[in-house]
């Protein structure tokens, strides 16, 4: 144990965390006394302007001041719960404060004091309650008007956090600030260490509102930063020249037209590939609109111009996916695609590493075992990676090192709207696939409540009973995981999926099963063994399903409409009509408003939209937010002015220092952002 911790010592050694409370700290992604500074609040709980009894709202969280009345003897109440009330009044009215099996909380106040309660309001207009209200003391508020209120987990409420929070300031000013203090003075902004300060312990509004503004911006300066280090090498040589080709041959050998945009995309690439610099180029494109197909023809054309090509795609079964059917386009052509996947046997690997490594390999599909030392190319030219939001921007990175500067092409089917892309995505040029193939049928969608289920279900048997197949999906895996209402995966699947639908095939998936588990039931329902797949959202990048016609989303109001749309394009991929279903009892207006959308459209990049401005790019993103790291303080869709000036004050520095060789601190910085970037999911 250190003698005096420091901002790098452990979490355990703060005082009031330990070894046990550390673990619950590690599930929040917090490691050392640096990563609680920077474990900023989701929100705060404004004491400054308490309602009065008679003024506080109903069913709204605020804060009434009041005074202690009275306290009643604790009762014993049905179901054997002991309650301890107590009434609190002021100049307009009676509160009544109750606890259940909680004497200590009332036990704590003091007749005629005057405390803060903080809760959602209930009753009526003559009779006013609180249920297990949090309290502050006046002392308590005049020291912290603003109370923070952090993520929290399991095992760690808020409270906690925030108490470990204040132990961890006294090392706050060892902070480095990673801004030259020329940019400071340019913007008016305070020093690092009293911003972090006063993040956790605002005096007031406009304390936070200038700490929050210095926040917001280092967070998307480094971002910036980073972003432009990591495609710098798109300014170099490239390694893989190639020479200007016809696109046609590719085009006629297959049974179906391209269409206008896939013949676009494929073209902005391939003039990349003749450039002189690496390409770093982003391929957009709604759910089924042909990103594979574009990749073929680059890859065609790498072939062409005699160089390998490697894909990555974030699951062993998605890679075979790719494999079999870059095949079928390919090897016409006389491209030998080999794959690379962790579930081979060692003589397969063994055969699959020499044809790599002797240029017999022209495609390489795989998953990150693509990534491992043991593979040498002969010759890559051109490095893709699908589905890139599943990856971290350091993988993408190794995968290009796996040459001098080949050209990247990285693939995402989740649309992002083309001013934030750009701002997100930095210097990596984009192209948009904004057309479906003709042909592709519709999926309609409908949005139900949880007690049109069984009537759902008779659908679901008809459907099965046509030789169709049906997923079904929900937000979480077991009961002790979720919230009240929440349908746990492991007992939907044993208490409704198979009573409902008996004598039916049903299988299981979720995240926590083996990678090969996970593989042999997709593969299952692939080959049509099973009927119906009841599944956590893993489902969401997988195996093309042509069988499969209905996809039903459990407590749908847990996703971000760009997540249900990515599920929703799960089926329609055969010739039989498809639907989707959405179930949820939420009667939140706005959460009714956004499912009555989705039914009603189905362009991905109007959903994306949509999505961004009603419920911001955390939840658009997910966890898995886009291949960069989780941004703490920034909100990409919010902050766009700030994201814009700090992406040309990046520029500006990035010109005069290339190399950061003259700004550690931030080089620090960057360094440590993008660590939270680099595993997969």
């Known amino acids: 144990m250190p003698v005096q911790p420091t901002l790098d010592s452990p979490i355990q050694y703060l005082k009031g965390v330990g070894p046990a409370f550390a673990k619950k700290f590690e ?34 969280d605020c804060c009434v001041k009041a005074t202690v009345l009275q306290k009643e003897p604790a009762r014993r109440i049905k179901g054997g719960r002991m309650m301890n009330r107590v009434l609190a009044a002021d100049d307009t009215g009676v509160l009544a404060l109750s606890w259940f ?9 003091v007749m005629g004091e005057t405390y803060y309660f903080e809760g959602r309001v209930g009753g009526n207009l003559t009779h006013r309650e609180l249920l297990h209200p949090l309290i502050r003391t006046e002392a308590q508020v005049a020291a912290c008007p603003l109370l923070p209120v952090y993520p929290a987990t399991e095992g760690l409420p808020a409270g906690r956090i925030q108490t470990c929070v204040q132990h961890a300031l006294p090392y706050v000013e060892q902070l480095p600030d990673p801004l030259p203090p020329e940019l400071l003075t340019r913007y008016k902004m305070p020093p690092r260490w009293q911003a972090v300060r006063a993040v956790h312990a605002p005096k007031d509004e406009a304390e936070l509102a200038a700490a929050r503004r210095r926040l917001i911006f280092d967070e998307l300066f480094i971002l910036q930063i980073g972003i432009f280090l990591l495609r710098s090498h798109g300014r170099r040589q490239t390694s893989a020249p190639m020479r200007a080709l016809d696109l046609g041959p590719f085009w006629r050998s297959l049974p179906y037209a391209p269409t206008g945009a896939q013949q676009r995309a494929a073209e902005e690439i391939t003039r990349d590939l003749c450039g002189q610099t690496p390409m770093n180029r982003l391929l957009q494109g709604d759910v089924g609109s042909g990103k594979t197909l574009v990749a073929a023809a680059a890859i065609w054309y790498a072939a062409q111009n005699g160089w390998q090509s490697a894909m990555l795609a974030p699951t062993e079964i998605l890679a075979r996916q790719h494999a079999a059917t870059l095949a079928d386009r390919l090897e016409p052509f006389g491209v030998n695609v080999t794959l690379l996947v962790g579930g081979m046997k060692a003589a397969e690997r063994r055969v699959a590493l020499a044809a790599i490594a002797d240029g017999r390999a022209g495609l390489v599909v795989g998953t990150h075992a693509v ?4 593979v040498q190319f002969k010759n890559l030219g051109l490095a893709i990676v699908d589905e890139q939001h599943r990856f971290g921007v350091r993988q993408r990175g190794l995968l290009a090192g796996k040459a001098q500067s080949p050209h990247l092409l990285v693939m995402s089917a989740t649309p992002i709207p083309r001013t934030l892309g750009l701002l997100m995505y930095g210097d990596l040029d984009i192209s948009i696939l904004d057309e479906l193939p003709p042909g592709r049928k519709p999926i309609k969608t409908w949005f139900i409540t949880g007690k049109k289920r069984r009537d759902m279900y008779g659908f679901l048997e008809k459907q099965i009973a046509a030789g169709h197949q049906v997923y079904i999906v929900c937000p979480a895996i077991e009961e002790n995981e979720v919230d009240a209402g929440m349908k746990a995966v492991k007992q939907y699947y044993a208490e409704t999926a198979c009573p409902l639908l008996p004598g039916r095939r049903v299988g299981l998936l979720h995240g926590k099963l083996k990678a090969k588990e996970k593989d042999d039931v997709m593969m299952e329902f692939k080959a049509g063994t099973l009927d119906v797949l009841v599944s956590t959202t893993v489902i969401e990048v997988g195996v093309d399903v042509p069988n499969a016609t209905v996809m039903v989303i459990e407590n749908a109001e847990r996703f971000g409409l760009s997540a249900l749309h990515q599920l929703r394009g799960r089926v329609g991929r055969g010739a039989a009509d498809s639907c989707c279903i959405l179930i949820s009892d939420n009667e939140n207006d706005s959460v009714r408003q956004r499912l009555h959308f989705l039914c009603r459209t189905s362009n991905g990049f109007e959903v994306a939209k949509y999505d961004l401005e009603t419920r911001g790019p955390g939840d658009f993103f997910g966890e898995a937010q886009h291949g960069l790291p989780t941004l703490r303080m920034a909100d990409l869709v919010q902050d766009t002015r700030t994201l814009n000036v700090a992406q040309q004050e990046a520029k500006a520095l990035l010109a005069a220092d290339p190399t950061l060789a003259d700004h550690k601190a931030l080089s620090d910085e960057v360094e440590r952002l993008f660590a939270t970037a680099g595993a997969m999911n």
């Open 27 to 60: 599930k929040l992604g917090v490691a050392t006394i640096r990563d609680l500074l920077l474990h900023f609040p989701r929100r705060y709980i404004d004491y400054s302007k308490p309602y009065t009894v008679v003024g506080a709202p109903f069913d709204v």
């Open 101 to 109: 099996n909680a004497p200590y909380a009332a036990d704590k106040l």
């Open 371 to 374: 990534l491992t030392d043991a």
